[in-house]
């Protein structure tokens, strides 16, 4: 990913921001400039909506092959978490130290992680991942 991509996306990224569409009032992930529902523009219809970041896993699987940059990671798990706004995102689900306890329904927040760097001297890549909501654990 580019240098000025990153920035441009980095409120997204560190807020899980999304957008609300005020005519039609639904909510999506990421950002749009269109609403997908009942296609309104977003010059004056719509804005920046800030995401909760918790929800519950509806679906995972296990990732076994890596791809280039994540191999040390590999087993890592993968899912579809539902956000309490009603948004599904795909996101890796971290700090389960066993990978065979993820389950449908079980209960994550978003957490800040290190995706990659550009080499020992360049920038350093966060994003959201999603990790077990230890308040609502079961």
Same mark, same amino acid.
């Given at each position: 990913?580019?240098?000025?991509?990153?920035?441009?996306?980095?409120?997204?990224?560190?807020?899980?921001?999304?957008?609300?569409?005020?005519?039609?009032?639904?909510?999506?992930?990421?950002?749009?400039?269109?609403?997908?529902?009942?296609?309104?523009?977003?010059?004056?219809?719509?804005?920046?909506?800030?995401?909760? $970041?918790?929800? =519950?896993?509806?679906? +995972?699987?296990?990732?076994? *092959?890596?791809?280039?940059?994540?191999?040390?990671?590999?087993? !890592?798990?993968?899912?579809?978490?539902?956000?309490?706004?009603?948004?599904?995102?795909?996101?890796?689900?971290?700090?389960?130290?066993?990978?065979?306890?993820?389950?449908? $329904?079980?209960? =994550?927040?978003?957490? +800040?992680?290190?995706?990659? *760097?550009?080499?020992?001297?360049?920038?350093?890549?966060?994003? !959201?991942?999603?990790?077990?909501?230890?308040?609502?654990?079961?």
């Amino acid at each position: 990913m580019s240098v000025s991509r990153y920035w441009r996306e980095a409120k997204s990224r560190y807020m899980l921001q999304g957008s609300k569409c005020g005519r039609c009032n639904r909510l999506f992930f990421p950002k749009r400039s269109v609403c997908p529902s009942c296609k309104s523009l977003s010059i004056n219809n719509i804005d920046n909506f800030n995401l909760s $970041g918790n929800g =519950v896993i509806d679906a +995972f699987t296990y990732v076994h *092959e890596g791809l280039t940059g994540f191999e040390m990671q590999i087993p !890592y798990v993968i899912a579809m978490i539902k956000l309490e706004e009603g948004i599904s995102i795909t996101a890796q689900v971290v700090d389960i130290d066993d990978n065979t306890k993820v389950y449908i $329904g079980m209960p =994550v927040r978003m957490v +800040f992680r290190k995706i990659g *760097e550009d080499g020992k001297s360049g920038m350093i890549y966060y994003g !959201y991942k999603f990790s077990p909501d230890m308040a609502n654990f079961g």
